[in-house]
């Protein structure tokens, strides 16, 4: 519940900033293979439990790699396809990826999302791309969604230069064409921290402190990490993760952010001035602060990385292992 909530704040914002003028693309060099794979196999268990057959077809010309906003490409390929898998029940979502070359380096990136699955009715194509709305405006309808998500990436598109359209026909399924503007990149000036294949798990001996108030979110995160045979110690405030820092050897601290007493942001401050290793200490911020921007106030403020609440599992031990 918590994620899905997650989902419609930040689809709201996007859309509020996109409306503001405010949004701005992150243009840098990135994997584009990588990403149409790893978006492609990201809901693929999706279209498995429904027994349906997803597949990516990249051409031969599409460049391996490529410059623009990697992770806004990523969103708007993983609204059309979560779509097409959420209104099929039986056939296949083909993808299928070619490009048309520019001038000089730049190219045409073409994605064409094509489903089985129940189609568009006539009369609701003329306000598919509307903000708040459905193709299923009943209140028996049986498909959940905040009807933003296709408004997010005709936006999207149109921010990078680029441009989305349609065929439909109720009962016979539907298909999406994007085209969006790059610029061909060099393997060399990809940087290797970003490979999204990248897998990292915490040594068996890694000492964690984990600096949170609440109760429930003590007793759930403790589990997660002593049932994966590491060791943690808990404290509920900033001032007890200070004393035990200056007491005890840890190899990651896990900070909530706001608690009583001394918040998360006081106390990073506080153990980077700390005299020797401990001011070093690798600190990630594990918090309910989870809006567009956090990540980086939080950074900024001397924390070596983050992680939202409800905690991820698998993204909760990738990170440890990172530091």
């Known amino acids: 519940s918590g994620e899905l909530l997650l989902g419609i704040i930040n689809n709201i914002l996007d859309y509020s900033k996109m409306e503001a003028d405010k949004l701005d693309l992150e243009i840098a060099n990135f994997d584009l293979e990588n990403l149409l794979i790893n978006t492609t196999d990201l809901l693929r268990p999706q279209a498995e439990a429904k027994n349906l057959a997803l597949t990516l077809s990249i051409a031969h010309e599409v460049p391996h790699y490529a410059e623009g906003d990697a992770g806004r490409l990523r969103q708007v390929l993983l609204n059309l396809v979560n779509n097409a898998v959420k209104f099929t029940d039986e056939g296949s979502i083909d993808i299928e990826v070619s ?10 990136l073409q ?21 708040f709305t459905m193709a299923d405006q009943s209140f028996a309808r049986t498909h959940e969604g905040t009807g933003l998500g296709l408004a997010i990436c005709k936006k999207l598109l149109a921010l990078m230069g680029g441009s989305i ?20 990149s060099d393997i060399t000036r990809v940087n290797p921290d970003t490979s999204e294949n990248q ?72 153990i980077r001035e700390m005299p020797g290793e401990q001011a ?37 031990f990738q990170t440890i292992g990172k530091w």
Request: net charge negative; glycine share 6%; aromatic share 6%.
């Open 99 to 108: 490009s048309t070359r520019g001038s000089e380096k730049s190219f045409d």
């Open 165 to 184: 359209k349609f065929e439909s026909e109720a009962g016979k399924g539907s298909t999406f064409i994007f085209t969006v503007p790059l610029v061909a």
């Open 280 to 316: 070093n200490l690798p600190i990630i911020a594990l918090t309910a602060h989870a809006l567009p921007g956090d990540k980086e106030r939080f950074i900024k403020a001397g924390m070596n990385d983050y992680l939202s609440k409800p905690v991820n599992r698998e993204m909760l």
């Open 199 to 270: 897998q990292l798990t915490p040594a068996v001996n890694t000492r964690i402190l984990l600096v949170e108030d609440n109760i429930a979110n003590q007793a759930v995160i403790r589990s997660i990490i002593e049932y994966a045979g590491l060791k943690v110690t808990v404290v509920d405030n900033g001032q007890a993760a200070l004393d035990q820092v200056a007491s005890e050897p840890y190899d990651v601290v896990l900070m909530d952010i706001s608690m009583p007493g001394m918040d998360g942001i006081t106390a990073t401050r506080k």
């Open 111 to 131: 994605c064409t999302v094509r489903d089985t699955g129940i189609g568009i009715a006539l009369e609701a194509q003329s306000y598919l791309f509307d903000e």
